[in-house]
């Protein structure tokens, strides 16, 4: 907005994400993403909201690109040393969301057991945010049980790129179960037409995950590079809600 950045009343970010190891990893590849929680304040008892989140594309960032047009470099995925950012985010980001949670459970933060993850982004953020929920590990806390998987992906004029075939299978099946996928969009950005032809192809899933699509036309544009604007979209949303 003109006055700066939109408010997130109720949420904190994360100071101790990503540690250096995975910053440095992040930067290698050109990742930004940030963990965010919302407590809900009492007298309501429920437990908190992890958010991850990512950065969409940066237009002049050849990383970016290179994963924006993974499907056509799936060959580099067989060198041992090569890395994008659905790698990164595969192999190092989601063990660390879950072994932060663990250690926080560990310190005796119970609520945290029954932790609500979330993930978001905007462009090729949406095909990150959906990569994650797909490919989380499995990691146990002390008492055996498995941390949450997550529960809900907000994808901002998401990529198509989502890194589904990318998994194996039962990891796949094990937190696509119950997942909730809301692909949000502005009526004629770039990446809806590549979604809609895709969509032929391969239909959103009614469950596991159940993918929602959800089109909003806040502006009368022609233009589908300025309609992909996540400022946009941000902004209509939060003035659209009063």
Not at 54 to 73: A, C, I, L, Q, V
Not at 103 to 132: C, M
Not at 177 to 190: C, P, Q, S, V, W
Request: aromatic share 12%; net charge neutral; hydrophobic share 40%.
């Amino acid at each position: 907005t003109p006055e700066g950045r939109l408010p997130l009343s109720g949420w904190e970010m994360w100071g101790d994400f990503p540690s250096e190891s995975l910053r440095d990893k992040a930067r290698d590849v050109g990742l930004y993403m940030e963990v965010w929680e919302k407590r809900v304040p009492p007298p309501i008892v429920a437990p908190p909201i992890v958010a991850v989140v990512f950065r969409g594309t940066e237009f002049f960032s050849w990383s970016d690109w290179m994963s924006n047009f993974r499907w056509f470099s799936w060959l580099l995925r067989f060198l041992p040393t090569y890395k994008d950012q659905y790698i990164v985010v595969a192999q190092d980001t989601g063990k660390e969301v879950l072994e932060n949670l663990r250690t926080r459970i560990e310190n005796g933060r119970d609520r945290y057991k029954d932790v609500r993850i979330i993930t978001a982004g905007h462009s090729l953020g949406g095909g990150l945010a959906q990569h994650l929920a797909y490919s989380l590990p499995e990691i146990q806390s002390s008492d055996g049980t498995l941390i949450s998987r997550v529960s809900n992906v907000y994808a901002f004029d998401p990529s198509p790129v989502t890194g589904w075939y990318s998994v194996k299978a039962d990891l796949r099946a094990l937190n696509a179960k119950g997942l909730k996928i809301d692909r949000i969009f502005e009526h004629g950005e770039i990446l809806s037409y590549v979604r809609l032809l895709l969509s032929y192809v391969n239909p959103p899933s009614a469950d596991d995950p159940a993918v929602r699509e959800i089109r909003y036309n806040f502006v009368q544009s022609i233009n589908p590079l300025s309609s992909h604007s996540m400022r946009l979209i941000a902004c209509e949303l939060r003035y659209a809600s009063g």
